[in-house]
């Protein structure tokens, strides 16, 4: 199963890689805004999206609605994983087509738990 983690901080990125590595995932392609997200995920055959909102250059909702708006990748799985914790930011992502939502910080068993909880649909 290989992961596509789009996320502007490279701490972020290295922290989600090292719990997915730890769940048992090891193939994982990362990006650090939504744009390369994009590249990478024509470049890939992803299983699942786990995206942060707020970058630069294409957020994460720009990015899923992109995502989404191509029907190849309408039933693929996406995980937001942000900051934003307001119940309009949840509906607005939810909306653009993500699957579930971790707000940060977060841990491991959250992060195993919402993934068994999208593979599982």
């Given at each position: 199963m290989k992961f596509?983690?789009?996320d502007d901080s490279s701490t972020m990125r290295r922290i989600l890689i090292n719990t997915l590595n730890k769940l048992g995932y090891q193939d994982v392609v990362e990006a650090a805004n939504g744009r390369e997200g994009l590249e990478r995920l024509a470049a890939n055959q992803v299983d699942v999206i786990i995206?942060?909102?707020n970058m630069p250059e294409m957020t994460g909702i720009?990015?899923?609605r992109s995502v989404r708006s191509n029907g190849t990748y309408?039933?693929?799985p996406?995980?937001?994983v942000t900051t934003n914790a307001?119940?309009?930011d949840i509906v607005e992502a939810l909306r653009a087509g993500i699957n579930s939502y971790v707000v940060k910080p977060f841990t491991p068993d959250t992060i195993k738990q919402k993934i068994e909880a999208i593979l599982a649909h």
């Amino acid at each position: 199963m290989k992961f596509l983690v789009v996320d502007d901080s490279s701490t972020m990125r290295r922290i989600l890689i090292n719990t997915l590595n730890k769940l048992g995932y090891q193939d994982v392609v990362e990006a650090a805004n939504g744009r390369e997200g994009l590249e990478r995920l024509a470049a890939n055959q992803v299983d699942v999206i786990i995206t942060d909102w707020n970058m630069p250059e294409m957020t994460g909702i720009e990015f899923i609605r992109s995502v989404r708006s191509n029907g190849t990748y309408t039933k693929l799985p996406v995980l937001m994983v942000t900051t934003n914790a307001a119940k309009d930011d949840i509906v607005e992502a939810l909306r653009a087509g993500i699957n579930s939502y971790v707000v940060k910080p977060f841990t491991p068993d959250t992060i195993k738990q919402k993934i068994e909880a999208i593979l599982a649909h």
